[in-house]
């Protein structure tokens, strides 16, 4: 039989490795098909509402639900008292700690849930909660770190002050944990001693991951067979399925959790919150489905913030710029209960990968986590655990080091990069990056933007300002970021005791198409297009013709979740695993219905073939049909495979960024005239996914950059609880991203995939704020704290006398 | 976010809305574009028993551009005064401050006598109205009476309109003068950190007239005479610039907020005044 496709073609159809294949998921989104937790409606279903602490600090001294109950349509108000004997008025965290589900005595931040209201539709529960009367005494608020732990308020009453926390000895009542990494007494020494010693002091301020969807459950519990149903948003549903066997003591088979379409996560949904645990309780005590769905302005005030963290650096360098320590200090603002979502070794997460992208021979962390009365959280913000403040961290010292030696920054990084013959490299604070080739990266993306012709114009243009000629500046920022995805590997990370591997399934049916499970959840991020990319070219059947499914517990391998950029590094190297067991399997039918010896055929883009005759072979849609209508010999019938991959390291994507931006110095308002993005993820998976990640984790790092945060008054009361004030960019804020590309393969993937769709952010932050920073240096800037919103870059101005 | 319960009122002529306004009093608000009052109720800072929707009265909507007099309905939206070609030749300057209204979402529900009845003082059109000296017309159970923009407002969302009235049109004289509306925001969608409209006439080189408004700088909106007057007979110069800049600053009065402190809105006003002088000037 003539072949008449040509093997170009026959790769092409699979739509494979490297392709821009469409996002399959994109048929339901953009039509409004897609099934989101508030899209399900059981039979019976009640909801239910929260009411919640207009104080910061406050002791509660009765809660009356008597109005509420008499309120036609309410089923049910429940406090504390109403869960402790359940023992679920306080559930754990993910960081060790306990949290409040209901105010049990005191409230601790502002938005703090108080009871829960269950009734029959959303209008009743909302007005059922206003019926609820409480009384609340205030107590003193304490919204800042460092007064914190100095304050004989005690902000946590439950907790023994002298007894030590989850992560070693407690400084304080309001101290959480010290946790460190490398070597302090060897950093002060070389500090002590270097040529040249940059310091500096910096807020990366809270923000919200703030998803279009907000966070929500249904919960139904069937008392007839005994069995949990619980949707929602979760980007770890099996964690949670774990979880809520632990805490509710019904056995984890009994449990179904379902995580359907996810409008974004970007670590929002990882945690636990208590509405989760209330419209469980709900369902088991009235024995019908329960509804909880938060809006906006309980997402922004209660659930999961980001950052928070106060950074003292000091970084030290030879004459000629050779950096030769790192000492850094963060004090972290955890708010009222540690919720952060981290690996339970790491509770200041990834922060040791401080170093960034350079050679520093020696270096020294040390984090302290305080309570405040803010909203619980700490989480990471699409980026791995803490790289973002990590980053921030490095690629500001970089600038503060670049002024103190009166050097270009960008020369300072090159001559400190990490070489490429060096990796894989042990950092000083532990971590053992896989491949980098960051000075190869950095030429591409200073050509790329004629970096010399940018620095000419910047020094015309401060000439032009300062003779009066304009009042625009200009900034050039500069950032080159490693990151660190792909948590696992088990011995070193785990949630909750659960090792952080991943895991797919493979089935081929008969005809040839295959499904795929896996223990990830996408929340946007495509995996229904990407991952069956991945196993398109590792079993030869089309990625069209391979169903990607992930977040229902019942069908789906046990995995860890999507969030840190690791469902690529974990799952998708799971992935290719299970589908090199498939291709194992095949190559032995293949042989057999070619009548040869397994070692004579090779797999050769979606078929076998004989070694040597191409021309006899066997597609892996005979094999398929083979593996299900024949007997044969040794082999059982089927076509499946199972792998639980736990990756031997992470992985350190990197990357390389400039921003280019107009500065009006009298308005305060910026301008971005050009940002260009180079991104090494090793092995490109689809291109055009990749160009979608990069710009969404660009358009939250100008978010944040610029004017998206979570501020707080002195009363503890929340300033920026609604989008008008929360900073949510639209089309009209963000300017064009130019997209670029290296390929460095991760050496140890089974692929070479490092993530992506982290980066974008990690990089982007510090490289629009080193734009603005960089506008005001040739004025005598240092540097001053994001988030660089109009005010805040106006008063740089004012205070540098460029409004005298 | 849930708003409580309220009867739902959709008459198809004033009168009858104006029925249900004398019927139910205070529990009774008329509801235009919605993007003000909506919010309100869903936060449960606004009680409404009876909402009664105008977008039935098809009185309330269309443009007119009659012997030098421009006539807006009250319920016409920011999108079709921004796509209207004749409103566009008679006054300019209300497409160049719609097109800064939010975004086109908004502004296909967003109306001018929404806007301009509701007393906001972050709404962009009372600013523009007092501007152009519009005439508000205002009909109620005693019969119609009209009211200047520039004695409409009171304080924030206190103005000459009784509860028993509904504002239903807006009047203003043909303008050829150089205008501008210039405006200082965060983002799309957020009320102004500062923002003026201009209109100035030229003679001979000089300005004959001149009338400035500000947005978001007070409680009300600010029509500031004196930065008018400033201007006239001058050729609008540096020196007469900074006068008038400087009168206006005097008109003002902004509370800090999330945008920024006092002292940072009143160093943006005067930016953005001046430069909203400065464009319409050069358009006069």
Known sequence: MKDEVTREERVTNLKGLGSSRKRVEDARFTQGKGHYVDDINLPGMLTGDFVRSPYAHARVKSINIDAAMALDGVVAVLTAKDLEPLSLHWMPTLAGDKQMVLADGKVLFQGQEVAFVVAKDRYIAADAVDLVEVEYEELPVIVDPFKSLQSDVVLREDLDPTAPGAHGPRKHHNHIFTWEAGDEEGTNAVIDDADVVATEEMYYHRTHPCPLEPCGSVASMDKVNGKLTLYGTFQAPHVVRTVASLLSGIEEHNIRVVSPDIGGGFGNKVGVYPGYVCSIVASIVTGVPVKWVEDRMENLMSTAFARDYWMKGKISATKEGKITGLHCHVTADHGAFDACADPTKFPAGFMSICTGSYDIPIAYLGVDGVYTNKAPGGVSYRCSFRVTEAVYFIERMIEVLAIELNMDAAELRRINFIKKEQFPYDSALGWEYDSGDYHTAWDKALKAVDYEGLRKEQAERVAAFKRGETRTIMGIGLSFFTEIVGAGPVKNCDILGMGMFDSCEIRIHPTGSAIARLGTISQGQGHATTFAQILASEIGIPADSITIEEGDTDTAPYGLGTYGSRSTPVAGAATAMAGRKIRAKAQMIAAYLLEVHDDDVEFDVDRFVIKGAPERFKTMGEIAYAAYNQAIPGLEPGLEAVSYYDPPNMTYPFGAYVCVMDIDVDTGVPKINRFYALDDCGTRINPMVIEGQIHGGLTEALAVALGQEIAYDDMGNCKTATLMDFFLPTAWEVPNFETDFTVTPSPHHPIGAKGVGESPHVGGVPCFSNAVQDAFRPFGNRHTNMPHDHWRIWKTANDLGMHD | ?284
């Open chain 2, 1 to 284: 976010m849930i708003t409580s319960a309220f009867e739902y009122h959709r008459p198809s002529n004033l009168a009858g809305a104006l029925t249900v306004l004398e019927e139910h009093g205070d529990d009774a608000r008329v509801i235009a574009g919605g993007h003000s009052l909506i919010p309100m109720m869903k936060l449960r800072m606004a009680d409404v028993p009876h909402l009664v929707d105008l977008q039935d009265i098809a009185d309330l909507k269309g443009i007119t551009v009659e012997v030098g007099t421009v006539t807006i309905g009250a319920m016409t939206t920011q999108h079709d005064l921004i796509n209207n070609k004749a409103l566009l030749a008679a006054a300019p300057i209300i497409h160049e401050a719609a097109l800064q209204i939010a975004d086109p979402q908004v502004r296909y529900m967003g109306t001018i006598g929404g806007n301009v009845a509701n007393g906001d003082p972050g709404n962009d059109m009372p600013g523009l109205m007092q501007c152009l000296d519009a005439t508000f017309t205002l009909v109620g159970p005693d019969g119609t009476r009209s009211v200047k923009a520039r004695e409409f407002y009171e304080a924030a969302y206190m103005t000459e309109r009784e509860d028993g009235e509904i504002l239903t049109q807006i009047s203003f004289s043909v303008t050829n003068s150089g205008f501008a509306y210039e405006k200082q925001k965060r983002k799309i969608g957020d009320y102004a950190t500062a923002a003026c409209a201009v209109l100035i006439t030229k003679e001979d080189g000089k300005v004959t007239s001149a009338s400035v408004a500000m947005t978001n700088l007070s409680d009300v909106p600010v029509l500031s005479e004196a930065a008018g007057a400033a201007l006239v007979g001058t050729s609008c110069d540096a020196i007469a610039m900074k006068a008038a800049v400087a009168a206006a600053l005097q008109d003002i009065d902004p509370t800090e907020d999330n945008r920024g402190p006092v002292e940072f809105k009143i160093h943006v006003a005067g930016i953005i005044i001046s430069r909203a002088i400065a464009r319409a000037w050069s358009r006069a």
